[in-house]
């Protein structure tokens, strides 16, 4: 039933002038990514996700002990969290420098492209210019530059933020573009037929417009930023969870090392489940 | 119209718009005088450049030539003493009605006037629906709470471009009464562009008729209808007459279907 209702809804076009904006309904679907976590809506629904969970996880168990797969091939779940929280004092430092080099790049990656979006969807001459070097931001793996910057910057964090500033900046302000470009000139004749300054129609129309596209930046972007700095830590120096991965597997202790990949999926579903609700809260009204 | 002010004067207004193509030559030398408290309607067939003659009566653009006069001062820029209402309602989908109707007063820079917004929403029915969202409201409140949001800051002209032309004809009617109501109490000048003839019988003390593409002012109609005028009226010899007589007008243009 929901199904079906969902595909008929995806089949009738909600933009466009002629729309009615009243027909608008689901407030979820702002974006392809963000509509993921709105398919799962009942009580029963989630349940049977737990069920699959448990079983994947028991089954898995059941398994391995059955079939007496080796620690170092396969550690069994209860393995894994039994490393998870014997070793946490010993992880927990390298999770803090994952978060450190994750937020301070993103924070500088996603302000720089948020603005430059802002800015240069207003000149189309520079943004013509501009765009295929973007493209080849997104586009090209930023940690390929990641040895190159090791070379220059040494091991700290100083390569690690530059490379996940630069993974996730472009995502951030393509997206970002994209809304800014959303112009809807009937709106903009409305805040200044009652007398908008430039910056209060980019402050109250332009932005809450572009809301819905900078939240879809802002997630992919961190998402991309994320994986960035796991593969920077990974290419080289000794801390942060990209290096224990190494480090772990180097000694084949498995059970730590899938410790590691644990805490990294629940730092996405983390930043997944933020930017969720961010999209909620500020780009609700988008349908 | 001779014992009233005259509030606005359209000047032998002209524009072009610069295009890739091309000029467009939307607007002809228009002229016209509204009095002070006149209720006038602007009709012609669309692209004939009724907007255009709008958002250059508000400020929102210049003419090529001519110019307009509000109160006797040549307009050049958006003017507090003119709100518009738009086509679909164009009220923004992520403020609730309340902060939408509050908009004009935070451009402003003001308080909003709680008392005022307040009575207008009573007025026109949507006492109560504040925290609701322009989604959850059916088209015909949605232009209610535009004209909330248009008469929310007191202007003296209220410029109307076919407001109700996305709407279905009974919330039509019903808000073809409401504005005149409002009218009536509130005497505000008003210039109410529509390209539909009837709508524009019923509710204006002129009609302007233009021309297709450049637009030019062909005929004026005096409407001596009295008012209050109510859904009646529509039905009456006289009304019928009029409606016919402004259809045969437009009709025997021929320059427009010639070319
Ligand atoms: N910004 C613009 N640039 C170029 N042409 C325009 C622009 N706005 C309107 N026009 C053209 O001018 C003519 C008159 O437009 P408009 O005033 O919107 O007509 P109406 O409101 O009577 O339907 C139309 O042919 C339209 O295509
Ligand atoms: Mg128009």
């Known amino acids: 039933m929901a199904s079906v209702d969902r595909e008929l809804k995806d089949t009738i076009p909600t933009f466009g002038k002629g729309g009615d904006p009243a027909q608008t309904v689901d407030i979820s679907n702002w974006s392809g990514l963000a509509s993921e976590l709105s398919l799962v809506k009942t009580g029963a629904e989630w349940a049977a996700i737990l069920l699959v969970a448990v079983l994947i996880i028991g089954g898995g168990e059941l398994l391995l002990r059955l079939y007496e797969v080796p620690t170092y091939i396969m550690p069994t779940p209860s393995q894994i969290v039994g490393a998870l929280i014997k070793d946490f004092p010993a992880i927990a430092p390298h999770v803090g420098h994952t978060l450190v080099e994750l937020l301070t790049g993103f924070a500088i990656g996603a302000t720089i492209g948020f603005v430059l979006a802002a800015i240069i969807t207003q000149f189309p001459f520079a ?37 996940v500033a630069l993974a996730s900046g472009p995502m951030v302000m393509i997206n970002s573009a994209t809304g800014f470009r959303r112009v ?15 910056l209060q129609i980019f402050l109250k129309i332009r932005i809450p417009m572009a809301m819905p596209m900078v939240i879809v930046g802002l997630m992919v972007g961190s998402i991309f930023g994320l994986l960035t700095a796991v593969g920077a830590e990974m290419v080289g120096g000794s801390f942060g969870l990209g290096n224990r991965l190494t480090y772990y597997s180097s000694l084949i202790q498995m059970p730590q090392f899938f410790a590691c990949i644990l805490i990294l999926a629940m730092i996405g579903i983390s930043i997944y489940v933020l930017f969720y609700w961010l999209g909620k809260r500020w780009a609700g009204w988008e349908a | 119209m001779a014992d009233r002010a005259v509030k606005l004067v359209i000047d032998q207004a002209s524009k072009y718009y610069e295009t890739r193509t091309g000029r467009v030559h939307a607007l002809d030398r228009f002229s016209m005088e509204v009095a002070s408290g006149e209720f006038v309607c602007v009709i012609g067939p669309s692209g004939c450049g009724k907007s255009t003659l709008l958002w250059s009566m508000a400020g929102l653009h210049g003419l090529s030539g001519g110019r307009i006069l509000v109160d006797g001062r040549p307009v050049d820029g958006p003017n507090a003493q003119i709100a518009m209402v738009f086509q679909e309602a164009n009220l923004l989908p992520w403020r609730d009605l309340q902060r939408n109707i509050e908009l004009p007063f935070e451009i402003r820079r003001q308080p909003p006037d709680r008392a005022r917004i307040d009575g207008l929403l009573e007025r026109v029915g949507l006492s ?34 076919e407001p109700f032309g996305a709407l279905d004809a009974f919330t039509r009617e019903e808000m073809n009464l409401l504005i005149e109501e409002i009218w009536l109490e509130t005497k505000k000048t008003i210039v109410f562009i529509t390209h539909s003839i009837p709508e524009a019988v019923f509710l204006a003390d002129r009609i302007f008729v233009m021309s297709a593409r450049p637009g030019r002012l062909t005929r004026v109609f005096d409407i001596d209808l009295p008012r209050p005028r109510d859904v009646e009226v529509t039905t009456r010899p006289h009304f019928v007459e009029l409606v016919a007589e402004i259809k045969r007008s437009i009709e025997h243009k021929p320059a427009a279907r010639a070319a």
């Open chain 1, 127 to 163: 943004e013509k210019i501009i765009a295929p070097y973007v493209l080849l931001l997104v586009t090209t793996p930023m940690l390929a530059l990641v040895p190159l910057l090791i070379l220059k910057l040494g091991f700290g964090y100083a390569p690690r933020i530059i490379a």
């Open chain 2, 128 to 161: 109560g629906f504040g925290a609701k969202y322009p989604r959850e409201l059916s088209g015909g409140m949605q232009q209610r709470a535009s004209i909330v949001r248009a008469l929310s800051v007191n202007p003296s002209i209220l410029l109307m471009d």
């Open chain 1, 184 to 198: 809807d000139l009937a709106k903009i004749a409305l805040a200044r037929s009652f007398g908008a300054s430039t």
